[in-house]
């Protein structure tokens, strides 16, 4: 009897719950919208003064009374008209694909209402470096208002514009209004590349013959030579069933490359054996030299291949042409150190991938035997260059040692300082920024201007040879 009672109660109570979180909040196709009490006590002192009334009516409590309470509606009245005509929203204008670029976008303020916006505060949360935008407005009834902001873009990775709020307040200071703005918007900064001297290079004779494919496509003949286990990005068309069924594991087919073998770049993203913070650290090297030895391989006809172990494995197959790099440079662009990840141990999660006549080049700074030893497993048959970061140029101990090391192995080497790895301004083609010129009649004319963000062209016809 008494859970029949309770029933019709608690449905009851839902719906004044209900009925009035919708008086504060309001949910939008664009925004989610917040009307968010500030004088808190307020509602306080109009109680007291309406029980005084209640309980003594004369002049003075009707008067109090009868102004707090109309207070108290005028405000939240004028904070429920901007809730509902006030929108905002946010076009990027100008983009940017290289360091140095510039990036401009424009925020726009809509007032539908006849109330005027005393005050509009932006408030971003975009992660891209150096770019903080806020600041605050003021709108005339019916009117739109809008901001512009422009950065040049100083470190390569993938970023995000938003989300962001905008928030408003009535003339009294009763209620504010916040409309939180989910939509983001991803911005992709390649790094830059630099000239590498050809004597660090690896040589072609290194690598034993090359003849080049007549197939468009990566060559492969009808015979598979060997197996390996199945990794992430293998199609299951080379999958080896007897071999998989056999070993109770999935196995695919390696091919005899009719064309040259593939060349795998391995990066070193140990946190541990990098130096420096900023332009100036190790890491930006290595990911200046990765894009910059991709670029290489490419034009020399090589299919590039990726494997790193960040967060997670990445892996890109082995592919030739201008798609492959930037996919490469996609995929390398947000890379960063991470913890508890030795080189030797990515050695041996590529070892799998690799084919019998393929190059592996690595990149590294570190010092650390182990992965000198885990190289040496690999050089059966392949063709292994590394690439050391002389950490002496980052304030570490000197390599000098180390390459002698890798020489006894049979492992050849390059050692490159800090001003080996130049990065070239415009890599990818003319910066584009905001350029003025004044004439001599003192007329300033427009040069140039950044790179229209709905226009943007694919910049794979002018990078750098």
């Not at 890109?316 to 990840?341: C, D, E, H």
Request: glycine fraction near 6%; proline fraction near 8%.
């Amino acid at each position: 009897m008494q859970a029949s009672i309770r029933q019709p109660i608690y449905s009851f109570l839902d719906k004044i719950r209900t009925r009035l979180k919708r008086l504060v909040q309001l949910q939008r196709p664009e925004s989610r919208v917040d009307i968010r009490l500030e004088q808190k006590a307020l509602p306080y002192v109009f109680l007291l003064a309406l029980a005084w009334y209640i309980i003594s009516p004369n002049l003075v409590s009707t008067c109090a009374a009868a102004a707090l309470g109309g207070l108290l509606l005028a405000s939240y009245l004028w904070a429920r008209a901007m809730a509902m005509h006030v929108s905002a929203w946010r076009k990027l204008h100008y983009s940017a694909f290289q360091v140095g670029d510039e990036l401009e976008e424009i925020i726009t303020v809509s007032n539908t209402s006849w109330l005027p916006l005393l005050w509009v505060q932006f408030s971003d949360h975009s992660d891209l470096p150096g770019y903080a935008i806020s600041g605050v407005r003021g709108a005339d009834a019916y009117s739109k208002v809008n901001w512009r902001f422009h950065t040049t873009c100083t470190r390569r990775g993938v970023y995000t514009l938003g989300p962001w709020e905008l928030v408003l307040g009535e003339p009294f200071g009763i209620f504010k209004v916040i409309q939180h703005y989910t939509h983001s918007q991803e911005i992709l900064v390649y790094p830059p590349l630099a000239h590498i001297p050809r004597h660090l290079l690896p040589h072609s004779s290194a690598f034993g013959d090359q003849r080049t494919s007549r197939y468009p496509l990566q060559d492969e003949t009808i015979l598979a030579f060997t197996t390996r286990p199945y990794a992430p990005g293998d199609p299951l068309r080379r999958v080896h069933w007897p071999t998989s069924a056999h070993r109770n594991q999935t196995y695919v087919k390696q091919f005899d490359p009719l064309a040259t073998s593939a060349a795998w770049l391995v990066p070193d993203f140990d946190d541990s054996v990098h130096m420096n913070l900023g332009d100036d650290s190790s890491l930006e090297s290595m990911i200046i030299l990765l894009a910059s030895l991709a670029d290489w391989l490419l034009r020399e006809q090589f299919a590039v291949g990726f494997y790193a172990h960040e967060h997670s494995p990445q892996l890109l197959r082995p592919q030739r042409g201008k798609n492959a790099f930037w996919n490469l440079l996609r995929s390398i662009a947000p890379m960063y150190t991470v913890t508890n990840q030795p080189f030797a141990e990515t050695l041996r999660e590529v070892r799998p991938l690799l084919g019998l006549q393929d190059m592996l080049l690595v990149v590294t700074p570190s010092l650390d035997p182990a992965w000198a030893r885990e190289l040496r497993k690999l050089s059966n048959q392949r063709r292994i260059h590394a690439f050391m970061l002389d950490p002496a140029g980052y304030g570490g101990q000197p390599a000098r040692p180390y390459m002698q090391m890798l020489a006894s192995l049979g492992v050849t080497s390059s050692l490159l300082q800090p001003g080996d790895i130049q990065p070239i301004p415009g890599s990818y083609g003319a910066l584009r920024r905001w350029e003025f010129r004044t004439l001599s009649t003192g007329r300033v004319i427009l040069v140039q201007t950044p790179r229209q963000a709905a226009n943007k062209p694919h910049p794979g016809e002018q990078r750098h040879g």
